[in-house]
């Protein structure tokens, strides 16, 4: 399946397009510390698997609840993005444009809390 499918509708979301490729960015990466990259890898997928189960739901608490879940596995993809720069684990460019994704995708998920 492609970028370019029709799909569910919530496929269409520009939240779900971004936490798809932060996800692609964050394996793409390749952060050299094998915990850390693990840590990351599986927080950004989380980030997307948790939007995926809120975004159909048409009710406002369930759609909050995954939104919520969404953006504390960002913030812990972030948090391990940021200390592998640190380490000298993956590059500040690759760090930088993760980081950059990760700010607007939580300006996104935030306003799917409200």
């Not at 930088?96 to 994704?101: A, V």
Request: glycine residues 8%.
């Amino acid at each position: 399946m492609t970028d370019n499918h029709e799909g569910f509708a919530f496929q269409q979301l520009d939240v779900y397009g971004a936490a798809k490729e932060f996800a692609r960015l964050v394996q793409a990466a390749r952060i050299s510390d094998r915990e850390l990259c693990d840590q990351a890898t599986r927080a950004a997928k989380s980030t997307f698997c948790h939007l995926c189960e809120g975004l159909p739901n048409s009710g406002a608490a369930m759609r909050r609840k995954y939104s919520v879940g969404a953006d504390n596995s960002l913030h812990e993809a972030v948090g391990a993005v940021d200390l592998s720069e640190a380490l000298g684990a993956v590059s500040a460019e690759r760090s930088r444009r993760i980081q950059q994704l990760g700010l607007r995708l939580h300006k996104m998920l935030r306003g799917l809390m409200r």
